[in-house]
C-alpha cells in the first residue's frame, strides 16, 4: 500500500511540472496516476503469484521428506575397492581417499536424487554379504550377481550390468571371435573360467598364466597371439599399453551385476525405482559408456 502511495504522489508530481511547461495537468495527472495504480496491482499480482509456487514447492518437498527413506540420510554402502574400473580408491589433491568407479557413480547418482548422501565402505568381496547381515552397511555394491543361494539372504535391484570377456592381441591381427583363435597360442589366467573358454577353441594351445597383467605381457612379447582377459579390465590395458587391440565376446546372462539389500530394507524399493527411471532414461547407459564404451551397453 505505501508503494501505491508513493507511485500516486510521483505521478501528481510529475503532473504539477508538466502543467508549468504548458500541458494539460489534469489529464496529465490522471493518466500518471491510473498508471502507477494498474502497475502496483500488477506487482502485486506476479508477487502473490511467485509466493503460490513457493508455497506449493515447499509442500512437495515435504511430501518428498516423508515418504523418501534417503532424504537427509547418509547411507552406508559397501564395496570392493580394488575393482577398477567399477570401483576403486584414489588420492585427491589434499591426500584424502575418494572412491571412483562405474558402480560408484551408479550408486550416487541413485541416492542423491532421493536426497541422501553415500558413506563408501571399503572390505573384501566375500565379507560384503556378512556385513549387511551384520547391518555394518545398509547394502552394497561389488558387482555382485544375483544368484539363487545368495537371493536367499539378500534381495536384488534390476541388473544394471553385464560384464563380457574380451580376447586382447596385437594390432594388425584380427581375432573377431574365439572361432578365430583356432590353431592359436591363447593365455588365461589360472585359477578363472577363461581356462574352459580358451581350451574350447579348436586346436587352441593354451598357456596358463599368473595375473591379467603377465597374459598382456604375453601377448605383448608374441609368446601368445591372444589372451582371453575381463572385457573392462582389457579396456583399462588397452589405455596403458600401445600397438594392442580388442574384440568383446558375447555377454553370458548369469554373469551379471545387481545391487544387493537386506531382507526388507527400507531403501531397497526407492533405490530401484530410480535405478529402472535412470535405464529408461539413458542415464545409465551414459554412466556405462563413460566408464568403459557404448559397446557395454546392454541390448
Avoid at 502543467?19 to 506487482?43: K, P
Avoid at 594388425?172 to 591363447?186: E, F, H, I, N, R
Amino acid at each position: 500500500m505505501k508503494k501505491m502511495v508513493l507511485g500516486i504522489l510521483t505521478a501528481l508530481a510529475v503532473g504539477a511540472l508538466a502543467g508549468c511547461s504548458g500541458g494539460n495537468t489534469a489529464e496529465t495527472t490522471t493518466a500518471a496516476a491510473t498508471e502507477a495504480v494498474s502497475q502496483e496491482a500488477a506487482d502485486d499480482s506476479a508477487e502473490a503469484t511467485e509466493a503460490a509456487d513457493d508455497s506449493a514447492d515447499t509442500t512437495e518437498a515435504a511430501e518428498v521428506s516423508a515418504d523418501n527413506p534417503f532424504n537427509g540420510k547418509t547411507v552406508k554402502v559397501g564395496c570392493s575397492a580394488t575393482f577398477v574400473p567399477f570401483e576403486s580408491i584414489e588420492m585427491d589433491a589434499s591426500g584424502n581417499k575418494i572412491y571412483v568407479g562405474m558402480n560408484i557413480d551408479i550408486i550416487n547418482a541413485v541416492v542423491e536424487k532421493n536426497g541422501g548422501t553415500v558413506e563408501f565402505q571399503d572390505m573384501p568381496f566375500k565379507s560384503l554379504t556378512a556385513a549387511i547381515q551384520a547391518k555394518q552397511i545398509d547394502f552394497c555394491s561389488g558387482g555382485m550377481a544375483p544368484t539363487e543361494e545368495r537371493a536367499k539372504t539378500l534381495d536384488f535391484s534390476e541388473i544394471f550390468f553385464y560384464p563380457r570377456n574380451a580376447i586382447v592381441y596385437r594390432e594388425g591381427d584380427d581375432y573377431p571371435t574365439l572361432d578365430s583363435l583356432a590353431g592359436k597360442t591363447v593365455a588365461y589366467v589360472f585359477g578363472t573360467n577363461y581356462q574352459q573358454v580358451a581350451e574350447s577353441i579348436e586346436g587352441v594351445n593354451a598357456v596358463g598364466i599368473q595375473g591379467s597383467p603377465a597374459c598382456i605381457e604375453e601377448v605383448k612379447s608374441k609368446r601368445a597371439d591372444a589372451c582371453i582377459v575381463d572385457g573392462a579390465g582389457a579396456v583399462e590395458f588397452l589405455k596403458q599399453n600401445t600397438g594392442l587391440s580388442m574384440s568383446l565376446m558375447d555377454k553370458v546372462d548369469d554373469d551379471c551385476f545387481a545391487i544387493g539389500f537386506p531382507k526388507e530394507s527400507p531403501y531397497y524399493e526407492t533405490f530401484n525405482n530410480t535405478l529402472k527411471e535412470m535405464m529408461e532414461s539413458g542415464e545409465l547407459d551414459e554412466i556405462i559408456a563413460n566408464h568403459l564404451s557404448e559397446e557395454f551397453i546392454a541390448d
